[in-house]
């Protein structure tokens, strides 16, 4: 007569697991965001020296010895 309980999570790691999988995302968004913003401000500075009238406006790499 007596039943035993039933469990509200049979497995356990199931919700860390989850949790890790959202912090994986959250870190590959942030990571993109931080890429995409500095992507967007360098072709902005490009943008602002071209529309200032300036033609050499592209940075020269030099080579190293």
């Known amino acids: 007569m007596d039943k035993p309980a ?3 999570d049979p497995e356990p790691d199931g ?6 999988v959202g912090l994986a995302i959250a870190v ?10 500095r ?4 072709a902005s500075q490009i943008q602002d020296c071209v529309m200032s009238g300036r033609s050499n406006c ?3 790499d030099a080579p190293s010895r």
């Open 39 to 42: 992507e967007l401000h360098s």
């Open 6 to 8: 039933p469990q509200d």
């Open 15 to 20: 919700s860390r697991r989850g949790a890790l």
């Open 28 to 37: 590959v968004l942030l990571v993109v965001g931080l890429w995409l913003a």
């Open 58 to 60: 592209q940075p020269i």
